[in-house]
Nanobody, 124 residues
Framework: QVQLIESGGGLVQAGGSLRLSCLAS????????MGWFRQAPGKEREFVAA????????YYADSVKGRFTISRDNAKNTVYLQMNSLKPEDTAVYYC?????????????????WGQGTQVTVSS
């Protein structure tokens, strides 16, 4: 079993950048496909970005494509979400998640482990 801890959220002006981190403990992160999701107030949790276990496959939601980048540092057992050109509509609680298998996972129900979330607020 793996425990996930997100950090790096905060308040930023539109057009700014943040980098979210997801530190894994208990198991080696490289054995899991990883994903980032977000949930805004009154809305359902939505997919943001995902990376396969090998790192060879990466996928982004259309709403963040070209602005967000998912990456991992296996030596640090950490997955990152670099967020640039932030918009007010990016405001949400961001969650990282870990799944099982070799495929890239795009649905929240495919993930087994979740962090507690980190708040990102983008002001206009």
């Amino acid at each position: 079993q793996v425990q996930l801890i997100e950090s790096g959220g905060g308040l930023v002006q539109a057009g700014g950048s943040l980098r979210l981190s997801c530190l894994a403990s208990g198991r080696t992160l490289s054995t899991y496909p990883m994903g980032w999701f977000r949930q805004a107030p009154g809305k359902e949790r939505e997919f943001v970005a995902a990376m396969s276990r090998s790192g060879g496959s990466i996928y982004y939601a259309d709403s963040v494509k070209g602005r967000f980048t998912i990456s991992r540092d296996n030596a640090k057992n950490t997955v990152y979400l670099q967020m640039n050109s932030l918009k007010p509509e990016d405001t949400a609680v961001y969650y990282c998640a870990a799944g099982t298998g070799w495929a890239i996972l795009l649905r929240s129900r495919d993930y087994d482990y979740w962090g507690q979330g980190t708040q990102v607020t983008v002001s206009s």
